[in-house]
């Protein structure tokens, strides 16, 4: 352990030629009132994703659906993969009908990513039951696991009850000691 | 060196010590110096796409409209499926791949296109590339960015937004982009007197928007160039992120050695190679360069030749051994800071220097427990990610004293690859431990609990292993790449993994401009202040040698 009588004083800040900051140039957004209510709609949905911080009561409103949608369409760039999923995420507490058609195309998409479609299907789950108990029966057999294994667990217990079962917390219990997982050899680079 | 008759080597107070004790011993004296261990030449990329990571630069293929030559030689479908292809839009305009549920073959080379083609009742707005104009910007200077996209929508492109992040705080430069621009597919954002940045690495971020509020984003990572037009520049060895470093001070107990570990970079701002002496100069000054202690120095001839491209960038890694006895090592020893200046000269004369600080580093381990199935792609990433982590946390003088690299494979994990509520978190923990001194790191497929991405056991988290807070856990963050492969998100992975591990040591989230303890994703940043450097350091995990 690091002895605390020993921490070492703050650095001196590097000299950067002109100085640490630079101005912002920011334009209005006045007549352009969807561009801000976008960008708004981005921070809410990257807001409290750690789980410490505390979910916000209503991050979307069924007025937002739209845009909802608009993000999650949005998947030719890496950087906005993150938004994307939390996006269907969303779309899964907005009571809305199109809302639930366009997460049931994204759930059952023949072309889409695994996480979008894991990510959908429990959206799908948390909005709609009904639909989704007919949608993730389609999936049980699915080309990915990870959609595989979303469809099975959520047709099994349903959203919000997604513990485990009870008897593998039984036989977790009888178990003394943790495992460790098993070491890896050198990384493979794809 | 100070020898001791028994073969021990000791520091020079402990010599003394000794020397009291058993003055009739036969001893020796020997001063030990700092040695270049290493030198080698590192890859460099071009000055105006510098970055590993960046957006790649590609058009988007309408699969209503796209001729049977465009599918095949632009999207590299085979002639079969693009005649399939062309014959259901006969039939029936293909709005959605679902419209294509009939044609298996043609769906599965869709599947590792999907990134790349949009559908009739699409609209995508996607930016194709954004490139330096001139190809290159200079220190001290204004430059631009011209920024090309497609809009298959009637609804315009009305503004666009640049953050850049470099070695000072980041910034962000937005204009609306007029009529003609958006009709014309390409806008030009400007970077005046005011904004000008030095030379290193600098990373911007392009958001564009349309009216309908829809938007495109890319990354392109450039090298800023010396308008003088040479300078020779110093950081840790390896690094790959924007921002400020200190150089670190690695203790070797197998060697009784520290080594520091150093790059160096010489950017040639003018349009023809630039050849450099071979010699390299060094110093370590206890205090400023020039107005402290000069602490050791020495010099070594470059293994070969040195040839710094036109508009480009020479890189080169050092590492300086210093053994106990070195002055070197007292400094580190000491816990204090060090400055290394190197400068080296050009076959004209022109003689260019760099600086940084040297200092022992703080330092924790972790274990990345990777929970079900990663493809080599998804690996290399994963690792990638725990790299730049690092760096991050280098920025703050804290570094990784070890990577312990673990799999729970898919058959063991069960359903703990995909986490969906805080019990199963914390079971994740109690069912799985890795029994050492290092921060378990659990890297799960997905989680599907609250739009929560990540999670740590306690704030701090404990120093021991058993029980449920032991570790902390997240989303590895996956997508699939314009090519169909598999990936995680390496920058956001990088922070999350940062993020959670801050918890773990004993970091409360806080919400300062780009700090990595925001609770917010979208605007978290590699920052960590002094006093949360403060907070980790008691942190039973942490090492201070």
């Keep these: ?190 | 060196m100070y020898g001791h008759p028994r073969g021990a080597n000791v520091g020079c107070l402990q010599w003394i010590a000794a020397w009291r004790r058993e003055p009739d011993a036969r001893w020796h004296v020997k001063m030990a110096r700092t040695t270049v261990s290493r030198r080698f030449r590192l890859t460099s990329a071009a000055a105006d796409r510098y970055g590993e990571f960046d957006s790649p630069s590609f058009t988007l293929v309408d699969l209503q409209r796209a001729s049977q030559s465009m599918l095949t030689s632009m999207l590299g479908l085979t002639a079969a499926s693009a005649r399939s292809l062309i014959e259901a839009r006969r039939t029936q305009s293909v709005t959605s791949p679902h419209a294509l549920a009939d044609h298996r073959r043609l769906l599965v080379e869709l599947r590792k296109l999907h990134g790349r083609v949009f559908y009739a009742n699409e609209e995508p707005l996607h930016i194709v590339n954004v490139v330096p104009r001139g190809r290159f910007v200079f220190s001290r200077r204004p430059f631009a960015l011209d920024v090309e996209f497609q809009n298959a929508s009637d609804a315009r492109v009305v503004v666009v937004a640049v953050t850049v992040l470099w070695a000072g705080h980041p910034f962000v430069v937005e204009r609306l982009v007029s009529a003609a621009d958006a009709k014309r597919g390409r806008v030009t954002v400007r970077f005046d007197r005011k904004r000008p940045l030095p030379v290193g690495r600098v990373e911007f971020q392009v958001a564009l928007y349309r009216d309908d509020g829809a938007e495109s984003v890319f990354r392109r990572t450039a090298y800023v160039l010396p308008s003088n037009p040479l300078s020779l520049s110093l950081s840790p060895a390896g690094a790959r992120i924007t921002g400020t470093w200190s150089a670190r001070g690695d203790y070797h107990p197998e060697s009784d050695t520290f080594l520091t570990e150093c790059e160096i970079d010489i950017a040639n701002g003018d349009a023809g190679v630039v050849s450099m002496n071979r010699r390299v100069n060094w110093e370590f000054w206890d205090g400023g360069v020039g107005s402290g202690t000069l602490v050791e120095s020495g010099s070594f001839d470059w293994p070969g030749p040195i040839n710094v491209p036109a508009h480009g960038v020479w890189r080169g890694a050092v590492w300086f051994s210093s053994p106990r006895g070195s002055g070197i090592f007292g400094v580190y020893d000491r816990k204090e800071d060090m400055a290394i200046s190197v400068s080296m000269t050009a076959a004209d004369g022109r003689v260019v220097r760099g600086e940084i600080t040297a200092r022992v580093m703080l330092a924790y381990g972790v274990n990345i427990i990777k929970v079900g199935d990663f493809g080599a792609q998804e690996h290399a990433d994963l690792y990638d990610a725990v790299d730049q982590m690092r760096q991050i946390m280098e920025q703050r003088d804290i570094t990784l004293r070890g990577v312990d690299r673990r799999i729970i494979n898919n058959a063991a994990a069960g359903s703990y690859t995909i986490v969906n509520s805080e019990t199963e978190f914390r079971d994740l923990l109690e069912d799985w431990s890795v029994p050492n001194d290092f921060v378990d790191v659990y890297v799960v497929q997905q989680f599907q609990w609250s739009g929560y991405n990540g999670y740590a056991g306690d704030i701090p988290g404990p120093a021991s292993k058993g029980g449920r807070k032991d570790g902390v856990a997240v989303d590895k963050s996956g997508y699939t790449d314009v090519s169909g492969t598999a990936r995680l998100q390496v920058g956001t992975l990088a922070q999350l993994i940062g993020h959670e591990v801050g918890h773990y040591l004993g970091l409360q989230h806080l919400e300062d401009t780009n700090n990595l303890m925001r609770s917010n994703t979208g605007n978290r940043g590699p920052d960590l202040n002094y006093t949360q450097y403060r907070t980790v350091f008691p942190h039973g995990f942490m090492v201070y040698q």
Excluded: W
């Excluded at chain 1, 979307?60 to 994307?84: N, Y």
């Excluded at chain 1, 009904?130 to 099975?152: M, P």
């Design chain 1, 1 to 190: 352990m690091a002895n605390p009588k020993r921490i070492p004083p703050k650095p001196p800040p590097p000299v950067i030629p002109g100085g640490k900051t630079r101005p912002s140039l920011r334009v209005s957004l006045a007549k352009h009132r969807i561009v801000a209510q976008r960008r708004a709609l981005n921070l809410r949905l990257l807001s409290a994703t750690c789980a410490f911080s505390t979910p916000s009561p209503d991050p979307v409103r069924l007025r937002d659906v739209e845009l909802l949608r608009k993000v999650t369409s949005e998947r030719f760039a890496a950087e906005q993969s993150l938004l994307r999923i939390q996006a269907v995420r969303q779309l899964g507490r907005v009571q809305s009908l199109e809302g639930v058609n366009h997460l049931v195309g994204l759930a059952t998409s023949p072309v889409e990513g695994e996480y979008v479609r894991a990510a959908a299907s429990a959206a799908l789950m948390s909005v709609s039951p009904q639909i989704s108990q007919v949608v993730l029966a389609s999936l049980k057999r699915d080309r990915s696991r990870l959609v595989q294994q979303t469809a099975a667990r959520l047709a099994g217990v349903g959203y919000g009850a997604l513990g485990k079962r009870p008897t593998e917390r039984r036989a977790r219990k009888r178990r003394r000691k943790s495992r460790a997982p098993a070491q890896e050899g050198q990384p493979r680079r794809g």
